[in-house]
């Protein structure tokens, strides 16, 4: 995923002259001489299996405003869906018109000319009218390249019932978590935790609990190998060593999830794009047996990572006008209202909290405050290209395969080849 000055200018290049050619073809629909919109919006969705079907649904809802459009919806993996996205609008060849990026995308996409900018209203609307931490992950360089879409962090899942049956409360810090793993252990057979092995960014709790975070963006500098980030690592092995938790280096989602829903764990560290596929599970056939508290601390504090995902439209699109149109729609407040009732998912839009459906929402109403604290990551073009190599160690220190201070040696070096000239 790293890329070397030379390569990441002739891509930057190629895109740009792309963007340059594709002008010259590009058929905006009718809304150019005050008409209807009409064509082709395709649109590659990164939501999982549990949500995919809302979304699609949702996304041909656009036809009932634009009879002239056709959504051509397109779901993609999302452990694919960075490199799938980069190398389409590379190419310009079958690129989608609209992407639904993770938020630590959009910069990298918007450095390389990839997209188009969002429209001078939206972008004023987005400012005025969204979580104030949503609108700064679709920016770069001053300009707004993608909306909000949803916003998340992580929370600790547990099983109510498994808790009270070994007499203990959700934990709120580390030592809290394994001592109430040693009491559902004794008293049920099963595991306190599943720690996600396979995914770097279920590190990010342990470097915020501890401190510390990935890299120091105001001043340049790589952190995730000084103090704060050795012990993050430690933390992490700690609970697996200790019995607290089990993990796995491969197929982490799966695993966890069917692990929770079976009730071979009683806890899992996840975000509010998990509760739907939760409430499949055997042990929540009565959703109320699904609690949610906020990570457990480390040394210094609890710390999440703020996450989400923000739709954004290809510089090169023949149909940009339709595209922004879908762009709105999907971030309007009525779509974001039935996403956070059929799916839990949270709003971007300020005043989308105030509904009905959103307030009734259980998970919505925990998961805002918790956003509300999440730590923001920096915003930098190389934010998603830090954690392929964070994976490899973070996979090495969780299960053992390297030292903690290994781990994070490699980690930091690695970061520095991304990263040049930071110190």
Not at 64 to 69: I, N, R
Not at 218 to 239: E, P, Q, S
Request: proline content about 4%; some cysteine; glycine content about 8%.
């Amino acid at each position: 995923m790293r890329r070397g000055i030379a390569a990441t200018a002739l891509v930057a290049a190629l895109a740009l002259a792309a963007t340059a050619c594709g002008g010259d073809t590009k058929d905006d629909g009718a809304a150019n001489a005050g008409g209807e919109l009409s064509g082709t919006v395709t649109w590659w969705d990164t939501s999982n299996e549990a949500e995919k079907a809302s979304f699609q649904k949702i996304a041909e809802g656009f036809t009932a405003k634009h009879p002239k459009v056709t959504v051509k919806y397109v779901n993609v993996p999302y452990g694919d869906a960075q490199n799938k996205v980069k190398n389409a609008f590379n190419s310009g060849s079958q690129a989608p018109d609209v992407i639904r990026a993770d938020v630590g995308w959009v910069a990298d996409f918007a450095s390389l000319g990839y997209l188009d900018e969002v429209p001078a209203e939206t972008a004023k609307k987005v400012d005025a009218e969204f979580l104030a931490q949503a609108a700064a992950s679709g920016k770069f360089e001053g300009k707004t390249f993608a909306v909000p879409q949803v916003i998340d962090t992580l929370g600790l899942f547990y099983n109510k019932k498994m808790l009270a049956d070994a007499g203990v409360q959700p934990p709120t810090t580390l030592e809290e978590l394994k001592t109430a793993s040693a009491a559902i252990k004794a008293k049920t057979g099963k595991t306190g935790l599943y720690l996600r092995g396979d995914d770097s960014y279920w590190f990010l709790p342990f470097i915020y609990g501890e401190g510390g975070d990935l890299v120091d963006a105001k001043n340049k500098t790589v952190t995730v190998d000084n103090a704060a980030g050795v012990k993050a690592f430690k933390a992490a092995r700690d609970l697996v060593t200790s019995g607290a938790a089990v993990t796995n280096a491969t197929d982490g989602w799966t695993n966890m999830q069917t692990a929770f829903k079976s009730g071979e764990v009683a806890m899992m560290i996840n975000g509010p794009w998990a509760v739907a596929d939760s409430y499949a599970g055997d042990q929540f056939k009565d959703k109320a047996n699904l609690g949610v508290a906020a990570v457990a601390a480390g040394s210094v504090k609890a710390g999440a990572p703020q996450g989400g995902h923000d739709l954004a439209v290809y510089a090169g699109s023949k149909n940009l006008a339709a595209s922004h149109a879908f762009v709105d729609y999907m971030t309007s407040q009525e779509v974001q209202v039935q996403s956070a009732k059929e799916l839990s998912l949270l709003p971007t839009r300020t005043a989308a909290y105030e509904q009905p459906d959103v307030k009734s929402s259980e998970m919505v109403q925990f998961f805002k405050p918790a956003v509300d604290k999440a730590v923001e990551r920096a915003w930098i073009p190389e934010n998603g290209s830090l954690f392929e190599p964070l994976k490899v160690e973070y996979t090495k220190a969780v299960t053992g395969a390297s030292s903690p201070e290994d781990a994070a040696k490699a980690a930091g070096a690695e970061f520095r080849k991304i990263l040049k000239g930071w110190k």
